[in-house]
């Protein structure tokens, strides 16, 4: 009995530590938070280092069909999107359809940054990355999909050292379908699919996940894309949806042996917070709500046709 304690004990407090809570892919709404972006952009530099670049242009939101203008204007500044085919870089319209710019080639409001604080810190909750690993959003590319643009399943290429995973931010942009599909180990989970004049979404996922964009089918589709990577440091390892799956998975062997060999034995976790007997009862806070979260998901995977053994009890007990 011994061994099977300390192995479920070890795994537990991993978990609660956030080491493995949370989803391979998170998005949400984030209209209500977002500021005007302020977004201009700018052709791409010429090869001629002594070419003057042309100035900014200011690109005002929501992109739709009554300002074909505003449109035209943006894709001046795009070229037709590529992707990676091994180690070359490939325009291949019957697998990718759609326009994208540089980095460099884009600008943001400075107000952008503290509006970007606020999605990481969704990001971390709903990716399930532990409070002490450090990382950044470096901003990668601006794409443009329009009627009958898509991209087939694929999966990220890390382009920057101690990447990890892919962020990607949905404009304001009136659209119908581009809805992004995520897929990891037999779980799926979709975002968007539609786009009005003032929806702004995020989702997250990890970079070993196979993620494809569905065919959009009216409008406009503008989103931002950036690169998370991984801080140096010393808890710098970048995670990843494999390393997440098995912390689960793990969990699920581990609470499987103990409720069929010690049917009658609770066990008990310590929150990260402090409660009082009232508030427990309400809303878990940061890492206890993920981790709480992340156990009733695997109670229903692992009981989902007897009697729940797993019963948060006051968000403490198992």
Not at 179 to 187: A, S
Not at 276 to 287: M, Y
Not at 288 to 305: H, I, P, T
Request: charged residues 20%; hydrophobic residues 35%; aromatic residues 8%.
């Amino acid at each position: 009995m011994e061994d099977v304690v300390n192995e479920l004990s070890d795994i537990l407090v991993a978990g609660r530590s956030g080491e493995f809570v949370g989803k391979v892919a998170a998005g949400s709404n984030l209209t209500s938070l977002c500021p005007n972006p302020g977004l201009r952009v700018r052709p791409p530099a010429s090869a001629d280092p002594s070419a003057v670049r042309p100035p900014w242009q200011t690109i005002p939101l929501p992109l739709s069909d009554e300002h074909p203008e505003v449109v035209a204007r943006l894709k001046e500044c795009c070229v037709r999107s590529t992707f990676g085919r091994g180690d070359a870089v490939v325009h291949d319209e019957s697998y990718r359809a759609g326009w994208e710019m540089d980095s460099d080639q884009f600008a943001l409001a400075t107000h952008w940054l503290n509006f970007m604080k606020t999605v990481l810190t969704k990001v971390r909750t709903g990716l399930g990355l532990p409070s002490t690993f450090q990382y950044t959003a470096k901003p990668f590319k601006l794409l443009l999909y329009e009627k009958g643009d898509f991209f087939k399943t694929h999966r990220d290429t890390e382009k920057n050292t101690g990447m990890f995973a892919s962020l990607v931010i949905t404009l304001p942009s009136v659209h119908r379908g581009g809805r992004l599909v995520v897929r990891h180990q037999g779980e799926c989970f979709g975002f968007g699919g539609e786009g009005d004049a003032s929806l702004v979404r995020f989702s997250a996922f990890y970079c070993d996940c196979e993620h494809e964009l569905e065919p959009v089918t009216s409008g406009y589709r503008l989103a931002l894309v950036y690169n998370l990577v991984a801080s140096s440091g010393p808890n710098s390892a970048a995670p990843s949806a494999d390393s997440l799956t098995a912390g689960i998975r793990s969990l699920e062997t581990q609470l499987r042996t103990w409720t069929t060999s010690y049917p009658c034995k609770a066990v008990a976790l310590q929150t990260n917070h402090q409660y009082s007997k009232e508030s427990i009862r309400g809303s878990l806070k940061g890492q206890d709500a993920s981790f709480a979260a992340m156990l009733s998901g695997v109670a229903k995977r692992l009981f989902s046709e007897q009697a729940n053994p797993l019963v948060l009890d006051s968000g403490l007990c198992l």
